[in-house]
């Protein structure tokens, strides 16, 4: 015994059912992730099961700089109602100036210490940095480094009844 369907439009109906059942089967059987892109969050439903495969779904191909955590290779676990999370900080390049010269990396990193180091640098107690145009050390800082000025350190030789010591600073007055 065959089954016809004679009304034309269960027949027309019937592939937009089935394609609208399969749609609402596969968006429910994804699951949370929290996804933050240059400190902008965001929640995004995935099939994926590694941290890559949830990049690639969410649109985003990695350069090789970019800063990936977990690392791209690791399998994301929901354990009860914990939700992943996984972070993207996309390389940017960043302007690096020392005491007149200048120099652009290109890095995801964001601690001035490390960017220095990039660029062929390295800090010193009482060197002076200024991160875009601010003190390192100011409440400030914009969201992203996108300027570093270090101005090194000299060393002071202070002389006081008959006993001498170095001071290493970069601050205007001392």
Not at 18 to 24: C, H, I
Not at 35 to 60: C, K, S, W
Not at 123 to 135: A, E, H, K, M
């Amino acid at each position: 015994m065959k089954l016809r369907i004679e009304n034309r439009a269960w027949q027309a109906g019937l592939p937009v059912l089935v394609v609208v059942g399969l749609g609402l089967l596969y968006r429910g059987t994804a699951r949370p992730v929290h996804l933050i892109v240059d400190r902008n969050p965001q929640m995004i439903l995935t099939h994926a099961r590694r941290v890559e495969g949830v990049l690639l779904e969410a649109g985003f191909e990695l350069a090789t700089q970019d800063r990936v955590v977990p690392s791209n290779e690791t399998r994301l676990h929901w354990i009860g109602e914990t939700i992943p999370i996984v972070r993207l900080d996309r390389a940017i390049p960043i302007l690096v100036e020392v005491t007149g010269s200048q120099r652009v990396v290109v890095s995801a990193r964001e601690e001035p210490a490390d960017l220095l180091w990039l660029a062929g640098e390295v800090l010193f107690i009482g060197d002076r940095v200024q991160v875009n145009g601010l003190p390192r050390l100011s409440d400030l800082l914009p969201a992203r480094t996108e300027h570093i000025a270090l101005q090194p350190a000299i060393q002071i030789r202070l002389e006081q009844g008959g006993r001498i010591q170095a001071i290493f600073s970069a601050a205007p007055t001392v």
